[in-house]
């Protein structure tokens, strides 16, 4: 046999490759390869069921919620890839970014505008559930 080793990929079976020897990116890669089939089996999923979700999206306190998620996870990444790229540039967008997500959570709180404006928002074009189960007097006999 010469010095170089000829590879023969149908040597490589399951029970001459010893998994505990794997490094430790193969161990990722594994793990990732798995989320990624979770994630892809569960996504239809989610989005199909997405509209009976649509109230708890749409109130404001979803809003802190991410928030309160996203931005410690964004700033200590900032902090950490700061560290490793001494770049400001990123810092200054990655902050901006942040004062986005703090502005988007901040908004619905907020009242735009004066009073025509809050009692415009007031008057719903879609009626409420109590206006549509009273009986209107066109319909009523008598």
Known sequence: MSAVEIFHPMDTTAENSNFENRSTADHIGIWASILCAIHCALTPALLIALPAFGKAWAHP???????????PIAVFMMRKGYKYHTKKWIVVVGS??????????ILPYVELGGPEASSAQNQSPVATPAEESEPSEAAAPG
């Open 96 to 105: 901006l970014g942040i004062a986005f997500i703090i502005v988007g959570a």
């Open 61 to 71: 306190a979803t809003h802190w919620g991410m928030a309160l998620i996203v931005i």
